[in-house]
């Protein structure tokens, strides 16, 4: 039989706890490690939809990414998602920052979205091993306008938001899954010609085009989503006979209207 204690190994082995930055959560969230376990649903966010949806689908476990306890709990009460998970005994694992830094993790995944040929961290946070936040390297030569298109087709979105020069080729680019505006000192010191990420404040983005930097944003969770189907595939690999599912439900919460 296998339990949650199972995933819990299996989600450290792919991205250590330890990597994770110290202001973060992650790990076992909620649940009982013995609890028997024979689905898992994968998002980005922790949703009530997303609840919903793991219920519907018979899965005692959710990989939220985003830690769903993130600063400290003084009452857990009725409705709330706390008190939900534990009266349905659903268990939550979030690895977030640890997967971020983890070799094959979020930003390798959106490293390759890039088609970045080789790759090393932005900024070292395990000077031991070699790792840390962001990725930056070199790509094949490519004009601006087509690489964006290769984002927005990996990611599966629409829409970029962009910032700084449309025109001309790039050579060496840089990403950073989520919010990582604060990495933008690095991606100018790297002479990335372009940083793909999820979000960035409007006075780094004017730095950022200052500085000769292209900057796409591809909103926060959609910067970071991807990485769900390659996490499924090694838990898949890991546990074989866990059902690991992708959620429907999850999705970034901003839309682009007219």
């Given amino acids: 039989m296998m339990t949650v204690d199972d995933l819990c190994r299996a989600m450290d082995a792919i ?11 992650v790990g ?44 400290g709990l003084k009452r857990v009460l009725s409705g709330s998602m706390a008190y939900e998970l534990i009266r349905h005994g659903v268990a939550v694992y979030s690895p977030h920052t640890a997967l971020d830094v983890a070799d094959g993790g979020t930003n390798d995944v959106l490293a390759d979205a890039v088609e970045m040929t080789a790759r090393a961290p932005l900024r070292v946070t395990v000077a031991a091993e070699g790792l ?31 910032a700084g020069p449309m025109e001309g080729e790039v050579t060496r680019v840089a990403v950073g899954a989520g919010a990582c505006g604060d990495l933008l000192d690095e991606v100018i010191a790297s002479g990335a010609g372009l940083y793909v990420t999820g979000e960035m404040r409007h ?8 500085a000769g930097v292209t900057v796409a944003c591809a ?35 901003f839309r682009v209207a007219g």
Avoid: M, Q
């Avoid at 006075?203 to 200052?210: E, G, M, P, V, Y």
């Avoid at 910067?223 to 992708?246: I, K, N």
């Fill in 219 to 253: 909103l926060h969770s959609n910067s970071e989503r991807r990485t769900l189907s390659v996490l499924a595939g090694r838990l898949s690999s890991a546990l074989p006979g866990l059902g690991v599912l992708l959620s429907s439900a999850d999705r970034d919460p």
């Fill in 28 to 71: 076992l969230l909620v649940g009982d490690r013995a609890a028997p376990l024979d689905r898992v649903l994968l998002a980005i966010d922790l949703t009530r939809p997303v609840l919903d949806e793991a219920l519907s689908l018979g899965c005692t476990a959710v990989i939220a990414y985003h830690p769903v306890i993130f600063s």
């Fill in 203 to 210: 006075h780094d983005a004017l730095r950022a085009a200052s």
């Fill in 132 to 162: 840390g936040l962001g990725r930056v390297g070199p790509v094949i030569p490519i004009e601006r306008a087509a690489l964006l298109a290769k984002v927005r087709s990996a990611l599966a979105i629409d829409h970029l938001l962009v």
């Fill in 15 to 25: 991205a250590p706890t330890r990597l994770a930055e110290g202001w973060d959560n």
